[in-house]
């Protein structure tokens, strides 16, 4: 019982270290998905050229979504007429390029692994891109299409498919603090909450019963600490195969993160662990589902090595330059509340939350979140949100 208490006490000093930086990070999200339409961003994305590419992460990193409805989203993209490998960078961007994720990985590890994760998102990307160029054939590509027509069900499908952003017409402030802009906020806010919420409370348990009950030797033998070349060598190759294994996604894999980076793993092996959230078991499935076995084996095999290189990117670019923090500094919060600045920020921040929940189920936020986990739809979104 000790042994179960005391992994239950570091699952909640971690969360009430990152409580404020998730509020603060889907907040802001909310605010972007608030005026972007669904549209807009399907009509940016019909090729494959660099600019799309581009415009695609940015466009993915501002529709932050766990891994489930970010991948239900981008089939949603690609059967309305987005290139499929513009779709993919969406997929990369919209859970890897996020601004709630470089919070919590400046908050709990350092601004270092931040920089990191928006230096490696964009190489994986780029790597991603000419692996599909070289190795993608349009006879895959066209099974592909065909499956994903079918329109099997995956994961969050309602969630993937509704538009929440205002319609009205006007510039950005205007439509943003309108009584819709307020209403699609808060419909964002908690809709992204509610998707994440499974895969951030399954995280951080699971990192707390590693950290309170697996000994530092073990990781520190198997990431091969003390051994640095071996150990840089080793961490972005053995770190997504953590991450599959470990059936967390999204955000909820940030602090088996931090366990691990505790216990050894290389700078680059962290972040090859966290962008293979893409590439858990349950997601390989969908993956099967929506686009057929073939396609989705390579995007394990293709996704799989763009990780891995942007492991080794980081690895050795951020060494090279220094920028590395020393492994002997890092801490798993285990304070619990305290009154510090971090109290009074979860604070404010849940007031905001509040509010944000108040206005949710005053306009229709109920019936939205029957519909989440719903089946896909053709041709309109559904969702949109009462007006007043």
């Not at 959230?277 to 799989?304: C, E, Q, S, V, W």
Request: glycine share 10%.
């Amino acid at each position: 019982m000790h042994a179960v208490l005391h992994a239950l006490s570091i699952t909640g000093s971690m969360t009430w270290e990152i409580a404020w930086a998730l509020i603060l990070g889907f907040a802001l999200s909310a605010v972007v998905q608030a005026v972007v339409r669904r549209s807009t961003i399907v009509r940016l994305l019909g090729d494959d050229r660099p600019r799309t590419l581009a415009l695609a992460a940015g466009l993915g990193a501002a529709s932050s979504s766990c891994s489930y409805a970010a991948v239900a989203l981008a089939r949603s993209l690609f059967r309305k007429g987005a290139d499929f490998t513009a779709a993919m960078a969406f997929e990369i961007a919209s859970t890897n390029l996020v601004v709630e994720l470089g919070v919590i990985l400046a908050l709990l590890m350092g601004w270092q692994f931040t920089a990191a994760e928006f230096v490696g998102g964009p190489v994986m990307i780029v790597v991603l891109a000419v692996l599909f160029r070289l190795l993608l054939r349009d006879q895959l590509l066209h099974s592909a299409r065909e499956q994903a027509d079918r329109g099997l069900a995956g994961s969050m499908e309602g969630h993937a498919a509704m538009d929440m952003s205002v319609q009205k017409e006007g510039s950005f402030p205007q439509r943003l603090f309108s009584r819709e802009g307020f209403t699609a906020t808060a419909h964002v806010f908690v809709m992204e909450w509610a998707a994440i919420l499974r895969d951030l409370v399954v995280g951080l348990l699971i990192a707390g019963a590693i950290a309170a009950w697996v000994p530092d030797s073990f990781w520190r033998t198997f990431f091969f600490d003390g051994h640095p070349l071996a150990s840089k060598l080793w961490g972005p190759l053995i770190g997504p195969l953590v991450a599959i294994a470990s059936f967390v996604c999204s955000i909820g894999n940030v602090p088996l993160a931090v366990v691990l980076w505790k216990g050894g793993i290389s700078f680059g092996g962290v972040v090859a662990f966290i962008f293979a959230d893409l590439l858990i078991l349950p997601i390989l499935n969908i993956y099967r589902k929506y686009y057929g076995a073939r396609m989705a084996l390579f995007l394990l095999g293709t996704f799989y090595l763009a990780m891995v290189v942007a492991g080794y990117v980081v690895e050795f670019v951020f060494g090279g330059l220094g920028l590395i923090p020393d492994q002997a500094d890092a801490m798993i919060p285990m304070e619990g509340v305290t009154w510090n600045y971090t109290t009074w920020l979860n604070i404010a921040f849940l007031i905001l939350a509040t509010v944000l929940l108040v206005r949710f189920f005053r306009t229709g936020g109920r019936e939205m979140l029957k519909m989440m986990g719903g089946a896909p739809v053709d041709g309109h979104e559904h969702g949109r949100h009462d007006p007043h």
